[in-house]
């Protein structure tokens, strides 16, 4: 029978896969509008579920670019942390859970999501520049969140660094 930590994590495997491919539909619609979109300009008027690129794809289509290239590397990397995190979940063993692949692996979520950080930093300084040259940009990136959530699995994995010390001490005094 299994605990209530398994079932947790299991159920947690379950709506991460779901979380992971939902950001890969849509990073691929994104890409798949964008491609159309340059030969057909109103493909910019619905990238994805509203996302309205038009005035800024008949204005300057480098702009229009860089702003769809700023959002498909925002949502790759968010899908590459929801894939990092599938990972962690099925490699990771309840029995003797502090182990260094998961560890790093935790640790690496933690830079991804500092460098989302980073470009959301950037898509932000981006769609404000374009907004003071008077350019239509319809929404902008919250960017405080990846920051702190960096932040709070960085240490997280510096504990279970630890953890995985404490469990060879114990390993090697029994």
Known sequence: MKTKTESILTAMNVLTWIVFIGLLIHTG????SYSISIFNPDGAKNLYMGLDLFSLRQLDIWKYSVTVFLTITILGLKAYTAYLVILILSKINLEHPFTMSIALLIEKVSHVILGTWVVAMLANAYQEWLRQ????????????????????????????????ELQSENELTI
């Open 29 to 32: 619609a994104i890409i798949i």
């Open 133 to 164: 040259k008077s350019f239509p940009i319809p929404e902008n990136w919250i960017s405080g969140e990846f920051i702190f959530l960096a932040g709070v699995i960085f240490i997280i994995a510096q504990i279970f660094k630890k953890g995985i």
